[in-house]
């Protein structure tokens, strides 16, 4: 499973909220977070033969990823790698990215969730993978849900 942080494990504040928060100490610093979707995702990710990844440009590298993954939101939830990025982040870095990390590891199957994965993200991943694969795109103000959750547990199952 690898996931993105905005808009997708932390969905992106509609203008109202930032209305509310702007004068909050640190604000944007807050991660608008379904609980019950991050312990969702993390009980999944204790299944066996499930790893987790996080392809974020919140994390580009170690580092950071474990500050927010040990930070006091996560705390120690999703706890895995960052998946390096390949060239410069750009438009095609997320997809590419992948890509090259999945080749590496060899996963049997993917699940990708973010809401900037290509519209064509599963038949590239077809392409150059051949493996099973789901690929989640949540809407930016909503981010995973739970019935996301139960697609990625049924995914599991299948595969």
Same mark, same amino acid.
């Not at 499930?50 to 990823?65: F, H, S």
């Not at 994965?117 to 909503?142: C, F, S, T, Y």
């Given at each position: 499973?690898?996931?993105? #942080? %905005?808009?997708?494990? /932390?969905?992106?504040?509609?203008?109202?909220?930032?209305?509310?928060?702007?004068?909050?100490?640190? @604000?944007?610093?807050?991660?608008?977070?379904?609980?019950?979707?991050?312990?969702?995702?993390?009980?999944?990710?204790?299944? =066996?033969?499930?790893? #987790?990844?996080?392809?974020?440009?919140?994390?580009?590298? &170690?580092?950071?990823?474990?500050?927010?993954?040990? +930070?006091?939101?996560?705390?120690?939830?999703?706890?895995?790698?960052? #998946?390096?990025?390949? +060239? !410069? =982040?750009? !438009?095609? @870095?997320?997809?590419? /990215?992948?890509?090259?990390?999945?080749?590496?590891?060899? =996963?049997?199957?993917? #699940?990708?969730?973010?809401? &900037?994965?290509?519209?064509?993200? +599963? &038949?590239?991943?077809?392409?150059?993978?051949?493996?099973?694969?789901?690929?989640?795109? =949540?809407?930016?103000?909503?981010?995973?849900?739970? %019935? %996301?959750?139960?697609?990625?547990? /049924?995914?599991?199952?299948?595969?």
């Amino acid at each position: 499973m690898v996931f993105d #942080v %905005d808009d997708t494990i /932390s969905r992106f504040y509609r203008e109202e909220e930032y209305a509310e928060h702007r004068d909050d100490p640190n @604000w944007y610093e807050l991660l608008p977070l379904d609980e019950a979707v991050v312990d969702a995702l993390d009980e999944l990710a204790h299944l =066996p033969g499930v790893d #987790v990844a996080w392809l974020t440009p919140w994390a580009p590298n &170690q580092d950071y990823l474990d500050h927010l993954i040990n +930070g006091a939101r996560l705390r120690g939830r999703l706890a895995e790698r960052c #998946v390096p990025w390949i +060239g !410069k =982040p750009d !438009k095609a @870095w997320r997809l590419r /990215s992948l890509l090259a990390f999945a080749e590496r590891y060899h =996963p049997r199957a993917l #699940v990708w969730a973010d809401d &900037q994965a290509p519209r064509k993200a +599963g &038949q590239r991943i077809d392409e150059r993978l051949d493996i099973p694969r789901l690929v989640i795109r =949540p809407h930016r103000n909503v981010g995973l849900t739970v %019935d %996301d959750v139960h697609r990625v547990r /049924s995914f599991i199952d299948d595969h």
